[in-house]
């Protein structure tokens, strides 16, 4: 088989896929409608395949793009002196990374209890994953029915000890809506409790813009951290997003180290071991060529289509615009009488306690063929599982076409909404398979002589693999990562991977 006939093989896969160019697609891909800049991103990522990031002494190339780019951002949104950052695979992982660094944080400080996660109800789904992995308590925090922003007064009724941290977002995906995030990050700052600032789809919009109502950065008192997607309005192709934190300490609380095993030092800034360069050479390209010139003229066109649309929707007698847009989300809202029990039953779901069912978000410029159905956003989900027919969308209407058939979005019944069904978690995890393993103290030192990140020292590392696989041999002795250990791992790499400082350690 050639090379030509494989692709055409994959080419053809594609067939059943919504365009991801012609602006014809309204949520998922983000086209800046440029020439040129597909292929740029495709030259700059092909150049960059190979490379692993999880190691920037081996690819000293990665920590200049990661430098960069969180640079850029931090310039862009307010960084002060103190601000670093990390590129991370998207906006999921940067939402989960500022809540990992707020839950260390929070333990660091000896409180007893659960540490709590102080969220709006429109704050995304990431933060109920994060609380999900990591263990937090979800505080929902209500917004007001009108203009569907975070109730200031809510937030202050729960900063207490347990509060690990609250979340604002600028704006709120479902919505369109900056939450009032100057009056929360005040407060939370009183209550000693950090503030994170989701600018996953309004980062790189805002800036750009000259209508935006109040400020929502990192220069807002308060505000500890903040994430934006460059993979949302940033241009670039997917698996590359920025999260920002206003001290180096905070992000430091979410690295992982240790040393506690036979093959290298580990220091992971974020959840990947391997990470790829390619969406962040991509990223780098695309940020270089466009320049913040370019990514005006894209944000003031795609600004003046939202407002444009925002406009003529509110002209539509039954049509509401959700609150006030400010970026390029629009949620219209369908008023008059109330109808049946799906619409009761996707309200009580919402818990915005907004008056009116299903409000639809509509992102401007890319519009849906009239009866293109908007395809099932669980659908990812269910991965590559193969032969699962598409259901109807589940979601909120989208593009404004008729309201969503079949079943509500949301968890199933009686289950609790940060507690997600794992439908293909298989039954009996460790414990199934014999229990936790034994950590014992480690038999010798390993791995805190070798270079950082270079691969396995060069005794010690394989033979002991060799032993962890022979049968009947105990399994290598696995201990923790004492603090000790981790910070002579992180002083290490530090020492090694000294650039600038800003992305990297
Ligand atoms: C897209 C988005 C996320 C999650 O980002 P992914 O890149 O899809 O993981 C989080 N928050 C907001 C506001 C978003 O728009």
Same mark, same amino acid.
């Given at each position: 088989m050639s090379p030509d006939e494989v692709l055409a093989e994959l080419t053809a896969l594609q067939a059943g896929d919504l365009p991801t160019h012609g602006g014809a697609t309204m949520a998922y891909v983000y086209d800046s409608g440029l020439s040129g800049l597909e292929e740029l991103a495709a030259a700059a990522q092909a150049a960059f395949q190979w490379t692993n990031a999880l190691d920037p002494t081996a690819f000293p190339s990665v920590a200049r793009l990661e430098n960069d780019l969180v640079g850029a951002a931090a310039r862009l949104l307010g960084g002060g002196p103190g601000t670093?950052?990390?590129?991370?695979?998207?906006?999921?992982?940067?939402?989960?990374?500022?809540?990992?660094?707020?839950?260390?944080?929070?333990?660091?400080?000896?409180?007893?209890?659960?540490?709590?996660?102080?969220?709006?109800?429109?704050?995304?789904?990431?933060?109920?994953?994060?609380?999900?992995l990591f263990d937090l308590d979800v505080v929902d925090v209500p917004v007001d029915p009108t203009s569907c922003r975070a109730v200031p007064a809510a937030v202050a009724g729960a900063l207490d000890e347990q509060a690990a941290l609250v979340v604002v977002s600028a704006?709120?995906?479902?919505?369109?809506?900056?939450?009032?995030?100057?009056?929360?990050?005040?407060?939370?700052?009183?209550?000693?409790?950090?503030?994170?600032?989701?600018?996953?789809?309004?980062?790189?919009?805002?800036?750009?813009?000259?209508?935006?109502?109040?400020?929502f950065d990192l220069s807002v008192d308060g505000v500890t951290s903040l994430s934006v997607d460059l993979h949302k309005y940033g241009y670039a192709p997917k698996g590359v997003s920025v999260l920002l934190t206003a001290t180096p300490e905070l992000r430091h609380a979410h690295w992982f180290t240790t040393?506690?095993?036979?093959?290298?030092?580990?220091?992971?800034?974020?959840?990947?071991?391997?990470?790829?360069?390619?969406?962040?050479?991509?990223?780098?390209?695309?940020?270089?060529?466009?320049?913040d010139d370019g990514y005006r003229e894209l944000a003031r066109r795609t600004r003046a289509a939202t407002v444009a649309?925002?406009?003529?929707?509110?002209?539509?007698?039954?049509?509401r615009v959700v609150g006030t847009p400010v970026a390029t989300l629009v949620a219209l809202a369908q008023?008059?009488?109330?109808? #049946?029990?799906? $619409?009761?039953? /996707?309200? *009580?779901? %919402? @818990?915005?306690?907004?008056?009116?069912? +299903?409000?639809?978000?509509? !992102?401007?410029?890319?519009?849906?063929?009239? #009866?293109?159905? $908007?395809?099932? /956003?669980? *659908?990812? %989900? @269910?991965?590559?599982?193969?032969?699962? +027919?598409?259901?109807?969308? !589940?979601g909120r209407m989208r593009g404004g076409g008729a309201p969503p058939a079949g079943r509500r979005p949301g968890p199933r019944r009686g289950r609790r909404d940060d507690r997600p069904h794992h439908p293909h978690r298989r039954r009996g995890g460790r414990a199934a398979r014999g229990g936790r393993r034994r950590e014992r103290p480690a038999a010798r030192a390993h791995g805190a002589g070798a270079r950082p990140g270079l691969g396995s020292p060069p005794t010690g590392g394989r033979a002991a693999a060799g032993r962890r696989a022979g049968p009947g041999l105990p399994a290598y002795p696995v201990t923790p990562c004492s603090r000790a250990q981790a910070a002579t791992a992180a002083a290490t790499a530090s020492a090694t991977r000294r650039s600038s400082g800003l992305g990297t350690m």
């Open positions: 670093v950052g990390t590129l991370t695979s998207g906006g999921t992982e940067s939402c989960l990374l500022a809540v990992l660094s707020a839950r260390e944080t929070w333990r660091a400080r000896g409180r007893a209890g659960r540490p709590r996660l102080l969220l709006p109800v429109t704050a995304h789904a990431a933060f109920r994953k994060a609380a999900h704006p709120s995906y479902p919505h369109g809506v900056l939450d009032p995030v100057g009056e929360i990050a005040a407060m939370a700052a009183s209550a000693g409790v950090p503030c994170h600032v989701d600018a996953c789809i309004g980062g790189w919009i805002l800036p750009f813009l000259d209508d935006v109502p109040e400020p040393a506690g095993w036979p093959g290298y030092p580990v220091v992971n800034p974020t959840l990947a071991g391997t990470r790829p360069a390619g969406p962040m050479a991509a990223a780098w390209a695309v940020h270089r060529w466009l320049g649309l925002t406009a003529g929707a509110s002209a539509i007698e039954g049509l008023e008059g009488p109330r109808r #049946g029990r799906r $619409a009761e039953s /996707r309200r *009580r779901d %919402d @818990r915005a306690r907004l008056d009116a069912a +299903a409000p639809a978000v509509v !992102r401007a410029g890319r519009r849906r063929p009239p #009866g293109h159905a $908007a395809p099932d /956003r669980d *659908r990812r %989900d @269910r991965g590559a599982s193969g032969g699962v +027919a598409r259901r109807p969308h !589940r």
